[in-house]
């Protein structure tokens, strides 16, 4: 059974950081692309960042470059987002998900997402 289980979320100022963390199992973890989203309060789900199976090659929407690092260890099947520099538009549930279309906003495989809250 495939799981996806984000953690890492929280309250934070503005100008803080988070790193949140996504644990696979229940398949290859090195075979798919990853990808974090998030939804804010009234908003529709929204890209956040990719990264290749490889972790050689990664990507960011604009409202983020710069300030998240997406990264991934295959030896450890887990997925991460450092989060810096952190805005009240910032607020929303991430989700982690596996093989990702990024154009549709959907996922082959997604978690169960964690709650980053920024106050300012």
């Known amino acids: 059974q495939v799981q996806l289980v984000e953690s890492g979320g929280g309250l934070v100022q503005a100008g803080g950081s988070l790193r949140l963390s996504c644990a696979a199992s229940?398949?290859?973890?090195?075979?798919?692309?990853m990808a974090w989203f998030r939804q804010g309060p009234g908003k529709e789900r929204e890209f956040v960042a990719f990264i290749n199976r490889a972790g050689a090659s990664t990507g960011y929407a604009d409202s983020v470059k710069g300030r998240f690092t997406i990264s991934r260890d295959n030896r450890k099947n887990a997925m991460y987002l450092q989060m810096n520099s952190l805005k009240p538009d910032d607020t929303a549930v991430y989700y982690c998900?596996?093989?990702?279309?990024?154009?549709?906003?959907?996922?082959?495989?997604w978690g169960q997402g964690t709650q980053v809250t920024v106050s300012s």
């Open positions: 998900a596996a093989d990702p279309i990024l154009q549709s906003r959907e996922a082959r495989y």
């Open positions: 229940g398949y290859t973890f090195s075979s798919y692309t």
